[in-house]
């Protein structure tokens, strides 16, 4: 069975752990002042990772699958960055244009203020990953395991149920269970 298909049933199968909208940033957004709470290493551009607001919970270099159905792209990527930390008030259209958006770095926002998205892509995952618009909705699984620099992974999938029925008649021709039951027969 290839891995395509795998992932693909995965993805079907296993409920993410989180949903919610996911924006980007860059070296120097915000108050990070180009290095990554993770090691302090210095933040570029071309690196592939996320911000997430809870990264303490999981570690750093945590391993997490990121589907963006907008783009149809899937990313194996790692915790490396605290944040989003942009927060708003009253309707999310235009709260940065009027005024009622901020950052904020404490662990809850203030009473009547939300979170704006629920985590950020390091610019270069951005990219990769189609350019996905603002606050788009992304599905997120975090994985038992830690990735090491350099081992991020981007797929540009086509839809999953077309995968899925693509690859079927071949998956289910191969499958052992399938054969021995024609074999008995």
């Not at 975090?142 to 620099?149: G, S, T």
Request: proline share 5%.
């Amino acid at each position: 069975m290839s891995a395509e298909i795998l992932l693909a049933l995965f993805l079907l199968l296993v409920s993410p752990q989180e949903t919610g909208r996911t924006s980007y940033y860059a070296p120097g957004d915000g108050h990070n002042a180009g290095k990554i709470c993770c090691g302090g290493i210095q933040y570029t551009t071309t690196q592939i990772h996320i911000a997430y607001r809870r990264w303490w919970k999981y570690g750093c270099g945590r391993a997490v699958l990121i589907w963006v159905p907008q783009t149809r792209s899937i990313a194996l990527t790692r915790i490396m960055d605290a944040g989003p930390f942009g927060i708003y008030t009253g309707n999310l259209r235009g709260a940065v244009k009027d005024g009622r958006w901020k950052v904020w770095t404490k662990t809850y926002p203030p009473d009547g203020w939300r979170w704006r998205a629920g985590l950020d892509m390091s610019v270069g995952l951005w990219k990769k990953m189609g350019r996905p618009r603002a606050l788009t909705k992304y599905r997120m699984w975090i994985l038992p395991f830690k990735l090491q620099a350099g081992e991020s992974l981007v797929l540009d999938l086509p839809s999953l149920p077309v995968l899925l029925l693509n690859h079927l008649g071949e998956w289910v021709k191969n499958s052992k269970l399938l054969r021995g039951a024609a074999e008995a027969r």
